[in-house]
């Protein structure tokens, strides 16, 4: 069981705006910032967002993330095909010292 | 180009003891936090441990404190991964991860492509 809790699956069609929650407590979301990492089968993850909504360089602004109290979102707006990955979010954790991660979101496109 | 490039799994014995390596390139890794992360077959990513850019402190995910141990040698730019009283559900693929900062909190903004480790007798 994942210390941070993401749905298992989520979908949307071709340019629907798609999101995915990341749950948390004080401990991870609540007092220390979230990351997104993208996952497609058989490759490495790659940085999505950091710093609870800041995009790195290459990555689309169709991707966005949130954070409110312990609890986050990734939004895919414009969904396209290649947007179909596992998806990931993550914090350090104060408590448990050191990193934790949810369970991963798969997204299918329809 | 910066470059991460791990080595070391392999098939092991319950019991048994391994050394991941992973060599940087394009960068310092003394100049950030490092991570390894794992991920089962199936299953999704799991933090293993980290260790700090600022002064070298290291972090043990529960699951391993006590029998895996992070190091790096800054000659080699390299980090390491000692696994010793190996289980089968240590069965993963092992990948190391650069933060952005020297922080432990930070994102990781660049990852290997993993080796696998497989524990069975």
């Known amino acids: 069981q994942s210390v941070l809790t993401q749905p298992p699956s989520a979908s949307g069609t071709p340019g629907q705006r798609v999101t995915i929650s990341c749950s948390g407590s004080?401990?991870?979301?609540?007092?220390?910032?979230v990351h997104w990492y993208q996952q497609f089968p058989g490759t490495a993850p790659k940085l999505l967002i950091y710093t609870d909504d800041h995009r790195p360089s290459g990555v689309p602004d169709r991707f966005s993330g949130s954070k409110s109290g312990t609890s986050a979102s990734l939004a895919i707006s414009g969904l396209q095909s290649e947007d179909e990955a596992y998806y990931y979010c993550?914090?350090?954790?104060?408590?448990?010292?050191?990193?934790?991660f949810g369970g991963g979101t798969k997204l299918t496109v329809l | 180009e910066e470059q991460l490039l791990e080595s070391g799994g392999g098939l092991v014995q319950p019991g048994g003891s391994l050394r991941l390596s992973c060599a940087a390139s394009?960068?310092?890794?003394?100049?950030?936090?490092m991570n390894w992360v794992r991920q089962a077959p199936g299953k999704g990513l799991e933090w293993v441990s980290s260790m700090s850019g600022t002064d070298g402190s290291t972090y043990y995910a529960d699951s391993v404190k006590g029998r895996f141990t992070m190091s790096r040698d800054s000659s080699k730019n390299t980090i390491y991964l000692v696994m010793n009283s190996l289980r089968v559900d240590d069965t993963a693929v092992y990948s190391c991860a650069k933060s952005f900062g020297l922080g432990v909190s930070s994102s990781m903004d660049l990852w290997g492509q993993g080796t696998l480790v497989s524990v069975s007798s």
């Open positions: 993550s914090a350090w954790d104060g408590g448990l010292r050191g990193v934790v």
């Open positions: 394009g960068f310092t890794s003394n100049n950030y936090a």
């Open positions: 004080g401990s991870n979301i609540g007092g220390y910032t």
